[in-house]
């Protein structure tokens, strides 16, 4: 048996390292970090972590390092209560923030008609300030290797998993974690191996079930996204609202502007002189089918602009000033029926990447690292095969449903925020009933989306702990 559990983690995005991070705090556990890219650099602009997940921030201890790439701030009162909360703490010290406001901008003149308040706000980040916080806590402790793109994997019973990479090389770890994203190649093995073994007992049906769940999926939503200089828009437009809009002791509110199948949001970051611009389009009838093209690339402003023309002149400001969009193609990963097979298990977006209008990917990751930390760095988990795979059955009871659950609630969300409910038409509405409808369809969002304000992810850990005693 080895002294130590080796854990090789593929992937170094914001799930990965926080899983390390979460991990290093075991003296009996040693990690390895397979990154397939040949330097570490993180794709995307904004992400958003909402109290739930940044409870775990606070217990990795990651909390001061963050706050200072962010524009929120602490707010000083009764224990320097902050932004977020613990749902334990006494309601005297809940802060109910303006965080979300909407408008029906495919319009001429564009309609305010909704501020979503919650317990605590989105904490907006730019992607590679995130990511450079986890690396320079993480140091030197664990290497990560790059250019280590994971072809298959072998587990055989009381043996070492063979890691096989593209350049040919090769490793051995005793849990393998991938953490690998969409196209995650330990999903691939994972789940043609499951469909092997099913096929082989004549369970044809759940083998054909696992070989479909390989490959991501289109949503059907196109996004693109850009990060537009502050200045460049307050040039053309000092008094644009998204970066004049209220701000509650150091909150900021992020402008969310909704219309038929497609919708746009916009925030400052990276200290107010970022503004971080995210559009999306979608065609519904094209969800869960096969993306004509490459999932991510650049496009022209004039691809952006045919999208949204007859829209308000506040969204054309927005429009024109995105330079260089990059236009995504949002996929998703099939709800799967298992996170794990023997001594390994995904996380993140190769378990259940999702539509971003939860905004809620990177925080699931973050969930999924802290239980699996637990999990594997518990007294009980020796290093046994044994005690290993019952480790990572209980990270699949414990976050598998909640993070499907997840997944659905932002697949609804993209489709009310493309004003796509209840087979209503708010282009033939007006008045009274056009608002009335509009605060309706948001009271829905809300009700779908509190979860990651009101609850805590306590309840999981001790879920966790407690079947791991049981």
């Known amino acids: 048996m080895p002294t130590k559990l080796r854990v090789g983690i593929c992937g170094c995005g914001i799930g990965g390292l926080v899983l390390a991070i979460a991990l290093s705090r075991y003296r009996d556990v040693e990690v390895s970090i397979f990154e397939a890219a040949t330097k570490l650099a993180e794709v995307g602009a904004g992400v958003g972590v909402f109290p739930r997940p940044w409870e775990i921030i606070q217990k990795l201890g990651l909390e001061d390092e963050l706050l200072r790439v962010t524009e929120v701030k602490r707010r000083e009162g009764p224990g320097k209560f902050y ?21 029906k901008s495919d319009c001429a003149e564009g309609i305010d008609f909704y501020t979503l308040f919650t317990q605590g706000t989105l904490i907006s980040f730019h ?9 320079r806590r993480l140091g030197s402790q664990y290497k990560i290797h790059c250019g280590k793109r994971l072809r298959a994997y072998t587990q055989r019973h009381n043996g070492p998993i063979k ?42 049906a759940e083998a054909a079930d696992y070989l479909a769940s390989i490959e991501a999926l289109w949503s059907g939503t196109v ?86 023309r007859g829209w308000e002149p506040e969204v054309q400001m927005l429009v024109n000033s995105a330079d260089q969009p990059l236009r995504w193609a949002i996929h998703t990963v099939k709800p799967l029926s298992t996170f794990v097979d023997g001594r390994v298990a995904i996380m993140g977006d190769a378990a259940h990447a999702m539509h971003p209008t939860q905004g809620s990917g990177a925080g699931q990751s973050i969930e999924d690292a802290y239980v699996l930390a637990t999990v594997l760095g518990h007294p009980s988990t020796d290093g046994s095969c044994a005690s290993i795979q019952r480790a990572l059955k209980i990270f ?75």
């Open 83 to 103: 932004h977020v909360w613990s749902t334990r703490t006494s309601l005297d010290f809940v802060l109910v923030v303006r965080t979300f406001s909407y408008r």
């Open 127 to 135: 992607r590679a300030d995130f990511q450079q916080v986890l690396l």
């Open 163 to 204: 890691l096989w990479f593209e350049d040919g090389s090769a490793a051995t770890c005793d849990v393998l974690i991938g953490a690998d994203g969409l196209k995650s190649a330990v999903r691939k093995t994972l789940m043609t191996e499951k469909a092997q073994l099913a096929q082989s007992e004549g369970r044809r």
């Open 223 to 308: 996004s693109y996204r850009a990060v537009i200089p502050t200045e460049a828009i307050r040039s053309r437009c000092p008094n644009h609202r998204v970066f004049t809009q209220p701000v509650q002791v150091g909150f900021l509110l992020t402008s969310y502007y909704l219309g038929k199948n497609a919708h746009i949001v916009a925030y400052p970051i990276s200290g107010g002189k970022m503004i971080n611009f995210a559009a999306f389009v979608a065609r519904h009838e094209k969800e869960n089918t096969k993306f004509d093209g490459p999932w991510f690339a650049p496009a022209e402003k004039e691809e952006l602009a045919k999208h949204f």
């Open 396 to 470: 699949d009871i414990v976050r598998r449903p909640r993070a499907l659950d997840v997944s659905e609630g932002s697949r609804l969300n993209g489709q009310y925020f493309g004003l796509k409910y209840k087979g209503v038409d708010f282009s033939s509405l007006q008045g009274e009933i056009l608002q009335n409808k509009l605060v309706e369809l948001m009271e829905t969002v809300k009700r779908n989306w509190a979860w990651t304000w009101s609850t805590s992810p306590d309840d999981a850990y001790e879920e966790a702990i407690q079947l791991l005693e049981s």
